[in-house]
Each structure stands twice: as C-alpha cells, then as structure tokens.
C-alpha cells in the first residue's frame, strides 16, 4: 500500500524537521508549492485514519461523506484563519 511505501520517508522528513528546530533560530522558509504539498499529505493520513474510525463505528456512507466533507472544511478554515490561505486557490 502507498501507506506503508510513504510512511519512512515522512519519519525521515519529521526527523529533519524536529532537528531543524532543536538546532535552528530560524523559520524553515517554506514555499507555496511546499504549504500545499504539507496539506496534502497530512489530508491524506487523517482521511485514512478517519476510514479506520468509521469502520470501527460501522458507519453508513452518507455519515462517512458527510464526516469527511466536514474535515475538509474545518481544515480549510483552519488554514484561512491562521494563515489568510484559501487552500481552493493553492490548486
């Protein structure tokens, strides 16, 4: 699964990042393509544990479309707030 390729490479980028910080005085600088690449994987890993709640749950799919409509939004509010981003403008 993509899941299970993807996830050393994402602890090796957490690795490097925590390091940056214990070491650094300086924010990292990143770029919008980066911003956008960021929110694209972190969607991506809490749709997929989202999945792993609903089935636990044994939800309907009209719940889990809802749920997961909602995360986005919520997300994208987040962003906007924080920082003035409109994620839809990112694509």
Do not use: C, H
């Not at 924010?27 to 919008?32: A, H, L, M, R, V």
């Not at 609903?54 to 889990?64: A, D, G, P, S, T």
């Amino acid at each position: 699964m993509i899941g299970e390729k993807l996830s050393p490479i994402l602890v090796n980028i957490e690795e490097s990042l925590l390091e940056f910080e214990a070491n650094a005085a300086l924010k990292p600088g990143y770029t919008d393509d980066g911003f956008r690449a960021a929110i694209k994987i972190f969607m991506s890993t809490l749709l997929d544990k989202m999945y792993n709640l609903q089935e636990e749950e044994n939800m309907e799919i009209k719940n889990r479309i809802l749920m997961a409509e909602k995360a986005g939004e919520d997300f994208r509010n987040f962003i906007k707030n924080y920082t003035d981003i409109d994620t839809f403008k990112l694509y």
